[in-house]
Every structure is written in structure tokens, then in C-alpha cells.
């Protein structure tokens, strides 16, 4: 016997739930793509995306998901040699160094560690070591989805500033667009990168780069660019078909469309405001709970958490098993423990995490509370009582 049957909750954190007008807007038969009403369209799901990116600088659309967003920004703005400070809070900034390293670029790494969000001294003392300005450009995550740390964006602008140092800050947005406040234009940022299937509530498959003039005067000299990855082609099209190297993807583009209504019609602010009541309501449980017991919120400073994803650390393989009981009796998934310790080692069993992105609301979030106290009891992790009650009460004082 399972209680699991009916709608399955895919709680990760990401791909998210997809709403329901989503799915509709996309179950159609395939458009023209050369003239009509997808050419038509276009236009104004970029405006709209730079909307929600707060910027007036261009965007360029790929069928990728965020790794290949990672790579078009890379391509586009350095040359094989050149050099990039990476700041890391978590595993994601690490792949994007690791995919800077194969393309040819020199990556030095400024570790944090995985509770931790950026130290703006230790990043002040880098730039300042930089005399030359061998470093071309900083990358980092706005919140890294391995760990739920959420950094600083506008005060790394302000710390390059203050060094008087060049370099481009570039910005990976993929956990948390639509989700945490972002401010492209008002904080600095020179590039951003975002992906379709998180707070942006579309199927996985679009990619999102965001550039201004002084990102794109990288490109006249980036030696890394291929055709397909170049966004001048894409931003300034000669024909639609350019708008995607190819074939545009119809029936995403769709769904986008829907979503981006969505986001129009609740207002930037109200999401922003409705994920961090359902955040502070998820935290509530966790901190009553671990009152008594091994449950720990990875990151202990409530203003470094992410509105969008959460990390837990179980204290035990059990961690799994609560997964585990949850998936399969309840019909509730959970995200594994990524890149929080190897795959192959004990440790990785030791935490999960909760994603409440995008299309979430507070009758979900209080069901996978529901759902995760009964595992938690089920499983026989030990936690103190009442982590569903301080939940409501968060949601019940924020509305």
C-alpha cells in the first residue's frame, strides 16, 4: 500500500512545477517559423525577460539548459589565456570554472566553502594583489543550488569599484531568477545567465544570456566564440531564423510566453515577497525541529539563505531514507544531497534539499512540511515536535 498515489509533488529544486496554463500554452501543434504569429511574439518575450532580469541591456535566447548558458556567456567574452576569478559558495560556481578551464581560460578560485556566502575582505585583497588587471572578468552564482547560499550581488560591485578594478562581474541566476530579489542594471552586473525551468516556471531547454556594452566590447577581441554560441547574431537578427542559429524552439516558446504573463500579472515584487514568506515558513520548520535532533539548516544566517531552494543536513544516511519514504509512500521528491561531499562516501547521504520555486504556493509548501514531519517520524529521525505548527504561524503572520 502507498500513499503516494495521485498528483506526484515534485519538490527539487528544479526542474519546478509547471502551471497548469503553462502546459496548456504549449499543447498546440507546431507553428510556422518564418513569418506569423511566433515571429510576432518573440520581441516581446525578450522584453519581457529583461523585465524580470530588471535590465535594458540585450538578452540572446538558446536552446540549451543552464550549462550551455554558462558556456555561450564564456565563449562570448574571453579569449583562450585570459584569466577569471571564480568565487565559489558551492558546487555550481565550480562547474562554471571547470567549463571556463576547457575552453581555455585561466581560473583561479576563491573557495568559501559550502555554509558560507562571499567574503568581500578576502575578495578585496585578490583585486588589490591584481596590479596588472590580468583578471578579466568575476563569475560567481547569486545563489548556488547545492547549498541554498545566497551571496551578495550588489556588494560585489561595490568591492570592484572601491579597487577600482575592471574586471566584468558576471552572474549566474539559474536557481533564483523570479525567486530572490535581482537588480542587473541597479547593482552593476555585466552579465547574467539564467535558465527556463526554475523560477521562470517553463520545461527545461532555454538558456538566457544577458549582456551590456561593456560585455559585449569583450566580444570584438573573444577569441573562444563559435557561431553557434554568438549572441550578436542573436540579438540583432537579420531574419527570425537567427534569433536561434536554427530552428526556434516553437512550443517552448509558448509556454514562456504564458509564464511570463504569469510574472506580469502578479507583479516582480509580490513574487519576490510570496517566496521569501514561503522560504521563512520552510526555515521555521527546520529550526523547530531541529531543536531536538540532528536536522540543521545548512546555512545558519537567515540573510544568506536563498528564497528559492533549501539545503538540509540530516546528521545521517537517514537523510536517504527520508527521501526515500517520502517518494515513494507519500508522493513527495526531495533533491539529494548534490555536491555537498562525493558521491561515493557516507556523508553524501547526510543532507537534501527542499526546492520553492516559481509556481509554489502556501498550501504546497505546508504539505511538503506535512509530508517530510511523517517521514521524519516514519524513519525514525529523531527532531523536536511542532515544526508544521511554526510553519503556519509564519504564513499566518506574513498574510
Not at 501543434?29 to 518575450?45: A, C, D, F, K, R
Not at 535558465?195 to 561593456?214: D, H, R
Not at 534569433?243 to 509558448?254: I, R, S
Amino acid at each position: 500500500m502507498t500513499l503516494g498515489n495521485g498528483r506526484h509533488y515534485l519538490a527539487i529544486p528544479g526542474p519546478s512545477q509547471l502551471p497548469d496554463r503553462v502546459l496548456r500554452a504549449m499543447h498546440r501543434t507546431s507553428p510556422n517559423i518564418y513569418h506569423g504569429e511566433l515571429t510576432e511574439m518573440v520581441p516581446g518575450v525578450l522584453a519581457d525577460l529583461k523585465r524580470v532580469a530588471r535590465t535594458q541591456a540585450d538578452a540572446a535566447i538558446y536552446i540549451a539548459n543552464g550549462h550551455g548558458a554558462w558556456e555561450a556567456a564564456l565563449t562570448n567574452v574571453f579569449s583562450r589565456g585570459e584569466r577569471v576569478l571564480v568565487l565559489a559558495t558551492g558546487s555550481f560556481a565550480h562547474g562554471w570554472a571547470e567549463m571556463a578551464n576547457t575552453v581555455g581560460v585561466i581560473v583561479d578560485i576563491l573557495d568559501f566553502g559550502n555554509r558560507n556566502t562571499i567574503d568581500q575582505c578576502r575578495f578585496e585583497d585578490t583585486l588589490a594583489a591584481d596590479k596588472d588587471h590580468k583578471i578579466k572578468a568575476v563569475m560567481t552564482v547569486q545563489v548556488d543550488t547545492s547549498t541554498s547560499v545566497r551571496n551578495d550581488v550588489a556588494a560585489l560591485r561595490a568591492t570592484l569599484d572601491r579597487a577600482r578594478h575592471p574586471a566584468l562581474l558576471m552572474i549566474d541566476c539559474i536557481a533564483c531568477l523570479g525567486c530572490d530579489a535581482f537588480e542587473m542594471d541597479a547593482w552593476g552586473v555585466d552579465l547574467m545567465v539564467t535558465a527556463s525551468q526554475k523560477g521562470l516556471m517553463t520545461p527545461p531547454g532555454l538558456g538566457f544570456v544577458f549582456f551590456n556594452e561593456k560585455a559585449d566590447r569583450a566580444r570584438d577581441t573573444a577569441n573562444c566564440v563559435t557561431r553557434y554560441w554568438d549572441w550578436r547574431t542573436r540579438v540583432e537578427p537579420d531574419v527570425f531564423y537567427q534569433y536561434f542559429c536554427g530552428t526556434a524552439p516553437t512550443l517552448h516558446l509558448y509556454g514562456l510566453r504564458e509564464a511570463l504573463d504569469m510574472i506580469a500579472e502578479e507583479g516582480l515584487e509580490a513574487i519576490w515577497r510570496r517566496h521569501e514568506v514561503l522560504a521563512r515558513a520552510v526555515w521555521a520548520a527546520f529550526e523547530r525541529w531541529g531543536e531536538a535532533g540532528p536536522l540543521k539548516l545548512n546555512v545558519r544566517d537567515p540573510g544568506h539563505r536563498s528564497h528559492a531552494v533549501t539545503s538540509i543536513r540530516a546528521g545521517s544516511s537517514k537523510g536517504t531514507e527520508l527521501r526515500d519514504w517520502c517518494e515513494e509512500r507519500a508522493g513527495l521528491t526531495l533533491g539529494i544531497g548534490l555536491g555537498m561531499a562525493p558521491e561515493d562516501a557516507p556523508e553524501w547521504h547526510h543532507f537534501f534539499r527542499l526546492g520553492h520555486m516559481g509556481h509554489v504556493n502556501a498550501h504546497m509548501v505546508l504539505g511538503a512540511l506535512a509530508t517530510i514531519e511523517a517521514g521524519l517520524k516514519a524513519v525514525g529521525i529523531d527532531h523536536a515536535p511542532g515544526g508544521v505548527e511554526a510553519a503556519a504561524e509564519a504564513i499566518a503572520s506574513a498574510a
